[in-house]
């Protein structure tokens, strides 16, 4: 059966959340109180993330996946890049958790 999947399948949905199931490792980070404490903080949220497994996301190594849409793909590439695509939304959201819950800095203001 040759079905595009899409970020909404629950199939999706569950292999993105499996690829976050240590965030248990942000529980740990102290809270980030400006340059007092960077060095530590950083160096905290680097080893959490190796731990977790979402340090290449962090690190910028993993970028997001380009969309596929409007090219020509099989199914099975297109299945992939929608898997890959979950995977690091879900490794990036749990990053961007864990540092707004360990920082009383409001990082949506730093892009502005």
């Known amino acids: ?5 899409s970020l909404s399948d629950s199939s999706v949905k ?21 340059e007092a404490n960077w060095q530590e903080w950083s160096d905290a949220l680097q080893h ?19 969309s596929l849409e ?6 099975s590439e297109w299945n992939d890049n929608v898997r890959r695509t979950a995977i690091w939304r879900s490794r990036n959201e749990s990053l961007l958790k864990a540092m707004r819950n360990a ?6 203001d730093l892009g502005a």
């Open 14 to 34: 569950e292999l993105a959340r499996a690829s976050c199931a240590h965030e248990r490792y942000y529980d740990a980070l102290p809270k980030l109180q400006g």
């Open 1 to 5: 059966m040759n079905v595009r999947l």
């Open 70 to 75: 409007g090219q020509q793909s099989t199914t």
């Open 48 to 66: 959490a993330a190796l731990m977790a497994g979402t340090d290449a996301v962090l690190n910028g190594e993993s970028k997001h996946p380009q």
């Open 103 to 108: 920082s009383d800095v409001d990082f949506d």
